[in-house]
Structure formats: C-alpha cells, structure tokens
C-alpha cells in the first residue's frame, strides 16, 4: 500500500524522544526497529484480510504498522497510557489509509476482560519478558475466540513454553500452557533487532489452541494439581501431593486411581497425566 510505511531505527528514536521517553525495564520496554522481522513475525501467523488481530504491548507502533496491511482489524492492548495515547496518531501518520483499522484499550493485558468489537482470533505480540506467560494463559483463559497466534518472547521463557516432559526446564508454565494449545517455537530474535538492545535473545513462539487433553477437568482442579506437584520438584508425586491430596495415603490413592505411578515426578507427566489426577481426586471425593 502506497501510503503506508513501517518504521525505522531513526523513526523509533523520533517518536520515543518526541513523547520524552525513556524506555522503562519493569515494563520490558525493548521495541522492535528491523523491519524485516516485523514482516517475518506477520508472516509467521498467517494473518487474513477477513481476521481481528489482538495485539499486546503495541509500544511505539512498530508491529501494529506492520500487522494493519494484513488483517481487517488491530485491537491493540497497551498498559503505557501515553503510549497508548500516541499509537492513533502513529498511524494516522505512517499510514494514513489504514487507520480506521486500529483500536486501541489501555490496560493490563494480563487481567482485562470483555475486549470490544468482533471476536479476535489472532494473537501476534511482543510480549514483555516479565509477563509473556501470565498474559497468555490469562487471553488464552478469558478470550476464546483467540486460536492461534504468534508471540515474541525471551529465549529462555520461549524453551519453557515449548519444552517437552522430561526436560529439566519443563515445568508449571509448559503444563498449564499445553493444556489451552499446542507451542511451538518457530525461529531465533537475535537482541540487535531491539532499541534498547536488551541483554537477552529472544525467540518466536507460534502456538494453535486445541480441546484440553485428558479428562474434562476444571481450571482451578487442573493447574491445583500441577502447582502442588511442582512445588517440590524433586520429590515423588506421593509425597508432593500430599498436602494437596490431604494426606500422602490419599495422594497414592489418586494416583494410582488415575494410572499414574506414585514414585513418579512431576517432571515427567504430560498435561493429559496430571488432568487425569485431578479427575481421579474428584471421582474419589464422590
């Protein structure tokens, strides 16, 4: 499109020292100044001309100028006010014609709820590295519409999310996040790509939601289990479950009710495996 451009390193500078802005660290303020990994993320997510696209922590522009080309609608979450103030006017600027597709809500990604207009179904973000995996389970929870996405993350919290059983960094994050979908990771960020450059790599993280694996279990039972397990990773499951279950005698119950062996570990279960004992927890209390 003619009148639309992205912006550029100089461009991400202009607009940060117009607003007087100093990036700030506890909001994980690093914005993206390579255009060509902005084109990779919208690529990477398969946007379509007929989809809504949730994106969180828009920042500076960067990433909504790159998405507003591809989708029918941006809605755009940022928790800055006055970034969240400035956004509109980014556009309206570096792409004059594509404004009336952007909305955007100031607030807390990882509590809003009831986001307006038609159902979102995409998610493309770069998500703070403080809060990437708070702020997916939260949408993933609360918005069900969204069914795919692409998010960046630090490269550390990316290996978490797509780690597999067994694996020494597999933990909490890993089994809550499988029970909503599928991730993936889908490709390095080197930190050169950043303004400020951070001290971390990052990485790509494509994920695709699927009906939750194993028995049909609540929320609340569900991430119970996986929290008590991993509280004392090292120790057997009768043992870790043991103030959860309300006694390590009732927890090996459970636990052979649901055809999990009472000296594994929590490490080496699946989501579907744990959504198995909180179902067994609740056969057993009828």
């Not at 920042?59 to 507003?68: E, P």
Request: charged share 20%; net charge positive; hydrophobic share 50%.
């Amino acid at each position: 499109m003619a009148d639309q451009r992205l912006l550029g390193p100089a461009d991400v500078r202009d607009v940060a020292a117009r607003l007087n802005l100093r990036p700030s660290k506890r909001l994980g303020q690093n914005f993206v100044i390579d255009q060509g990994t902005l084109r990779r993320v919208v690529r990477l997510a398969e946007v379509r001309p007929d989809e809504d696209v949730l994106e969180v922590g828009p920042g500076l522009g960067s990433l909504t100028l790159a998405l507003l080309p591809a989708a029918r609608r941006v809605l755009a979450i940022e928790l800055d006010p006055v970034l969240a103030a400035e956004l509109p006017a980014t556009v309206a600027s570096f792409a004059p014609g594509l404004a009336g597709r952007l909305e955007v809500v100031t607030a807390d990604a990882a509590q809003v709820t009831g986001l307006p207009g038609d159902p979102v179904t995409v998610l493309v973000a770069n998500l703070p590295y403080n809060a990437a995996v708070p702020v997916l389970l939260h949408l993933l929870d609360t918005v069900p519409s969204l069914g795919r996405g692409v998010v960046m993350v630090q490269a550390e919290v990316a290996e978490r999310m797509t780690a597999a059983p067994g694996n020494r960094i597999y933990g909490v994050p890993t089994v809550k996040l499988a029970w909503y979908a599928q991730m993936r990771r889908v490709g390095p960020v080197p930190r050169r790509v950043f303004w400020p450059v951070p001290r971390v790599d990052s990485a790509l993280v494509a994920f695709a939601r699927h009906e939750p694996p194993g028995p049909r279990v609540s929320r609340r039972e569900l991430f119970g289990v996986i929290d008590a397990a991993f509280a004392q990773r090292r120790k057997m499951l009768r043992s870790a479950l043991g103030s959860w279950a309300g006694s390590v005698t009732q927890a090996e119950r459970i636990l052979r009710e649901a055809g999990v062996d009472p000296a594994a570990r929590g490490e080496s279960l699946d989501v579907a495996e744990f959504a198995a004992i909180a179902a067994a927890r609740t056969i057993i209390k009828s």
